[in-house]
């Protein structure tokens, strides 16, 4: 019975970052840009939401710095992709490289090691007591509300769907793109400093681990809709849980660590070929 409460528990702690990536990815992708950076947010809000606590000694500021981080890589995204009109694959595919080496560099300047950094002042609690989870679900119900329920959730959609329609009837179409995907990386930021914050009270290199990629996967699946999203990340996140379960108990640590990855694999092989996302994705304003 322990065992069994102990994958429940560890499934909705390992679900909670995924479903604020993912969330993040959503408002993106409804915007009209591509969610590849989650990954790099993601980091950087682990990495600054730990850099926050450390000179703070307060974990709320640390959670603060950590969607401050996301938020700044995902305003980078949104300047490279819509005032540069970089491709969107490219650019969040550079900053997820940009951010493992800035946060690299930037542990051996600050704490002289390249691995991880002190620990610092972290959350108390477990995912159910955590306020991150509570925000979490509070932000899944204010984004399916902002979408779907509010002239701005239109408005965002439209210029996800046709930015040249949506620019030729008078809308900001840039500002919109920059407010969606910035917000996104706060979403990814505020994921990263949970698992920085509360799964540890440090930062580890490379902490996101792939849960940037997984979280597309998710918010693909869940068919770019923020109910679902919570829905799907639970399937990843008992996953993660399952090999952590399975630890010591003889079977290859190396098999067990692939089991998140592979269900990833699997889902985007075989569960999300008839998922199309906004028309716009990937598009210009010109195009």
Known sequence: MSD????????????VPLILAALGGVLSVKSGVMALGLESMMTMGAFCGVLGSFYSGNAVIGILAGMAGGGLFGLGHAVLSVRYKVNQVISGIGLNLLAVAATTLLMQIIWDNKGSSPQVASIDGNVFTSPITYIMLAVMFFEYFLLFKTRFGLRLRMVGENPKAASTVGLAVHKIKYIGVTA???LAGLGGAYLSLD?????????????GYIAVAIMILAKYNPFQVLLCALIFGFSDALQISFQGRGVPPQIMAMLPYAVTLLVLAFGARHITPPAGVGCHDDD
């Open 4 to 15: 069994l409460m102990s994958v429940i528990t560890s499934t909705f702690s390992m679900s």
């Open 199 to 211: 799964h540890l009270n440090m930062y580890v290199r490379d902490m996101s681990a792939g849960r």
């Open 184 to 186: 996104s990386g706060v």
